[in-house]
């Protein structure tokens, strides 16, 4: 190497604990010492004669953000700048971890084509970060969800590309399940339009916001969250992602309303008339959020009712359009159920609900939808990627409440059969929910004409 004619100096090189890259003016690398390879995880034949533009410089910024070539140290150098204590990480695909150095650079003979730049490394990994930040937010008692800030209009986005263990445990999706899915998916009928009209306003305009919100979790259970949303920036000042952190306040909210009332009763002791009103509009107002928990179930056969049943099946049309998945919507309705109520009596008939109620409730998956649609008919929907799946699901459940036997304390032993109609579509949430009923209704309609306990299909599903 021509610029290093010291044998003296070289030798110090060899053995110094600091790493040593030495570049020509047009960023080539003459030389570098083994403390230099070491750190930079890079062989002498690897770096010998490359220049900045490599491909194989992995260089990150202590933001944890790719280092752009124009800020490697040889380059600003090159520009005009003295490097001083810049740290710098190193990644490659040889090791998880990375390699923190702080690097200094500086030009030797002038800065000009006959010069050359001299950058040192020394490890600072040790020092730099003892802790991940990820194992902080992975493992942290509040929930955390950040999603992409673009396609924000309904019903696409935002779509979520994170949520930590706290998020799983509330809500009891998994991170496969709720990756590519839109917040919205927590959403009910009951959740405040108004609040979530607020959030998506400050998400358009890139905007931090906070709001109290009724959510429901993968099983229809309601809570309420304090979230917080904050825009996330890159390097560039551009927002790329929103981050949520939100709190499970369902507890706080029921002792505040405990502490209310107990406020409230004190005060009735010195103006009667005027907080009996009060108390009156607080007993209606709890009246009503108990009647918002049990408004989804059905009180004789303990499984979802109708206004349950469209809100699920309302999410899995989304769900089919978004992941081209088919949707079968399904009714079925008991056999000659009056001659059970006229021979045996409405007790029984009852019984017989609830029977029926509990052998669906043990058929469908969690992720299915079914309810007492009303009398003795019941409905179900099911998401599937093949037809023949549908039919072969219909099938079993036709089978298992064939099987079934009702014993009653009047010592009768009997059993029911149903007949079943489904429409099976490619879901379009342009369509209402009562389009693919009225068709299952007609294709219970033909079972029942073509004579009763059997399935009938409506599809144009391959």
């Not at 969250?225 to 890159?234: G, H, K, M, S």
């Not at 109520?341 to 609900?353: A, I, S, T």
């Not at 079914?370 to 599937?384: D, I, L, Q, T």
Request: glycine residues 6%.
């Amino acid at each position: 190497m021509q610029k290093i004619s010291n044998l003296n100096t070289l030798k110090l090189f060899e053995s110094a604990h600091i790493g040593v890259v030495i570049h020509t003016w047009d960023t080539s690398i003459v030389y570098a010492n083994p403390q230099a390879l070491n750190l930079l995880r890079l062989s002498y034949e690897q770096i010998i004669g490359k220049d900045s533009y490599d491909s194989q410089w992995h260089f990150i910024d202590d933001q944890y953000q790719r280092l752009a070539i124009k800020d490697y140290p040889v380059n600003r150098v090159v520009a005009g700048d003295r490097i001083q204590n810049k740290v710098l990480g190193v990644i490659d695909g040889s090791k998880e971890r990375i390699s923190w150095l702080m690097a200094n650079a500086y030009a030797e003979h002038g800065l000009n084509e006959s010069g050359f730049v001299v950058v040192t490394f020394i490890d600072v990994t040790d020092s730099h970060q003892g802790f991940s930040f990820e194992q902080i937010v992975e493992n942290a008692q509040d929930i955390v969800v950040v999603t992409e800030s673009d396609k924000l209009k309904a019903p696409l986005g935002p779509k979520i590309v994170y949520v930590n263990k706290a998020f799983e445990k509330l809500t009891g999706y998994s991170k496969e399940e709720i990756k590519g899915e839109t917040p919205r998916i927590l959403q009910g009928s009951l959740t405040d339009k108004v609040a979530c009209k607020k959030i998506h306003d400050a998400l358009v305009e890139k905007k931090p916001v906070t709001e109290t919100l009724l959510n429901y979790s993968k099983s229809g259970q309601p809570y309420w969250l304090d979230i917080n949303i904050i825009p996330l920036f890159d390097r560039n000042g551009d927002v790329t992602h929103f981050a949520a952190i939100e709190r499970d306040v369902t507890e706080n909210r029921f002792h505040l309303e405990q502490l209310t009332k107990r406020n409230e009763d004190l005060k009735l002791l010195k103006d009667e008339l005027k907080h009996l009103v009060e108390e009156r509009t607080r007993e209606l107002q709890q009246a009503n959020e108990k009647l918002a928990l049990l408004a989804y179930f059905d009180p004789l056969t303990q499984i979802p009712n109708r206004r349950y049943f469209v809100d699920q099946s309302t999410r899995l049309i989304h769900f089919c359009q978004r992941h081209s998945h088919i949707l079968a919507i399904g009714l079925l309705d008991i056999d000659d159920f009056k001659l059970v109520n006229d021979k045996y009596g409405h007790d029984l008939g009852d019984e017989v609900l609830g029977t029926l109620g509990a052998c669906l409730k043990d058929f469908f998956r969690q992720d299915d939808a079914y309810c007492r649609w009303g009398g003795e008919e019941f409905a179900f929907a099911v998401v599937s990627t093949e037809l023949q799946s549908i039919e072969k699901l219909c099938q079993r459940l036709l089978t298992k409440i064939n099987e079934m036997t009702i014993s009653s304390d009047i010592g009768v032993e009997l059993s029911v059969n149903v007949s079943i109609g489904v429409c099976v579509r490619q879901a379009n949430p342009n369509e209402p929910l009562d389009t693919y009923m009225k068709i299952a209704d007609r294709a219970l309609y033909s079972s029942k004409s073509k004579g009763k306990n059997r399935v009938t299909f409506s599809t144009d599903v391959k």
